[in-house]
């Protein structure tokens, strides 16, 4: 079994920065990547980042070189770093994960997410 827990959200002003963590636990031998989404309300979820263990990053267009994505493999944790926040960011924001874990098994797992509110 395996758990990714979110944090990090919380409410910022227009321009202000947020880190969020991901933190994975359970029976996990290697994790592919750590993606993150966003789902504001009325929205569909969209895809904002994603690192693999390879080191590869891809973004949402709509990031625009505000958002850093990372990982660290020691930790079994994703980081997404938010600068130049804007109003049109607010959104709950979740972590996911492509796992392999003992016995072969693989599989994707999303975190419950976290709330980001961008509002003077």
């Known amino acids: 079994q395996v758990q990714l827990v979110e944090s990090g959200g919380g409410l910022v002003q227009p321009g202000g920065s947020l880190r969020l963590s991901c933190v994975a636990s359970?029976?996990?031998?290697?994790?592919?990547?750590f993606s993150w989404y966003r789902q504001a309300t009325g929205n569909q979820r969209e895809f904002v980042a994603v690192?693999?263990?390879?080191?590869?990053?891809d973004y949402g267009d709509f990031v625009a070189g505000r958002f850093t994505v990372s990982m660290d493999k020691d930790k079994n944790t994703g980081y997404l770093q938010m600068n130049n926040l804007k109003p049109e960011d607010t959104a709950v924001y979740y972590c996911?994960?492509?796992?392999?874990?003992?016995?072969?098994?693989?599989?994707?797992?999303w975190g419950e997410g976290t709330q980001v509110t961008v509002s003077s």
């Open positions: 690192i693999t263990s390879r080191d590869t990053l």
């Open positions: 359970g029976n996990i031998l290697t994790i592919y990547n």
């Open positions: 996911h994960a492509k796992i392999l874990s003992d016995g072969g098994l693989e599989y994707a797992y």
